[in-house]
């Protein structure tokens, strides 16, 4: 597991980052974490 893919659980499972997100609008974290997901694996 690539450092982003570890960051990109860490981000989901941390309470201020997925209340700072979903205050945005829910999902976001979801999504956010997917598009890092993403990143990660085509670098």
Same mark, same amino acid.
């Given at each position: 597991?690539?450092?982003? =893919? =570890?960051?990109?659980?860490?981000?989901? %499972?941390?309470?201020? +980052?997925?209340?700072?997100? !979903? $205050?945005? $609008?829910?999902?976001?974290? !979801?999504?956010?974490? !997917? $598009?890092? *997901?993403? +990143? $990660? %694996? *085509? =670098?």
């Amino acid at each position: 597991m690539t450092l982003t =893919r =570890r960051q990109t659980c860490l981000y989901q %499972e941390h309470p201020e +980052f997925t209340a700072r997100y !979903e $205050a945005i $609008a829910p999902g976001l974290t !979801e999504y956010l974490a !997917e $598009a890092m *997901r993403v +990143f $990660a %694996e *085509r =670098r």
